[in-house]
């Protein structure tokens, strides 16, 4: 894979991945673990509701099922879920792309993982799809105030790596990751317009 180049400028200093979607397919397992959850606090909703829109907090799912937060609580709705997920990571998928877009990157350049997910869940899912090995830095959604679309997690990767956000170049799959990637001034590889998988 050619190296990225920054508008002639040559090689980026550092290269960030998201996680789900984009290093890994965790479509199933994330999709598995919110109807597990919301089963556990005893709400019941079909995988064609969720898949029409996919949300995975509990404030997203209060709003879109008009629930009050006493009957969806964040901190167990988070527990439940995550419990489902780390007993089923058999159900992530590796990405051939970006498995050997991460390993080019990280041949000459820093890497790290910018996830609106957790740390944990991160590094168990790199582990699954073989990747635990690079030198990553990770950040998740537990190291920052404010998850994506907000900028802080990039803007935080980037000072962990020492690298100004203009060499840096982001490969994200949702509308909230560009946002986020572009708001903290890194340039960003739309993966959704790429033969990814």
Known sequence: MATPTSKGRGPYAAYTFDFDGTLADTAAVNHAAVL???????????PTWLAAEPVFT??????????????????????AARA?????????????????AARTAAAHAAVA??????????????????LDDLPW??????????????????????????????QCLAHEDTD??????????LHVLDIRQ???R
């Open 36 to 46: 597990a959850s919301l089963a556990a606090h005893g709400i019941t909703i079909t």
């Open 58 to 79: 509990a404030a997203q799912l209060r709003r879109r099922l008009t629930l009050p937060p006493a009957a969806l609580p964040e901190d167990t709705f988070v527990h």
């Open 84 to 100: 489902y997920w780390f007993a089923h990571t058999d159900q992530i998928l590796p990405i051939t792309a970006a498995a050997t």
């Open 113 to 130: 993982v910018v996830s609106a997910n957790y740390s944990d869940v991160v590094r168990a899912g790199l582990t699954v799809i073989g």
């Open 137 to 166: 830095t990770i950040v998740g959604r537990d190291h920052v105030a404010h998850p994506k679309p907000a900028p802080d997690a990039y803007l935080h990767a980037a000072q962990l790596l020492d690298v100004h956000t203009s």
């Open 176 to 185: 909230e990751g560009i946002t986020a990637a572009t708001t903290a001034g």
């Open 194 to 196: 790429l033969s990814w």
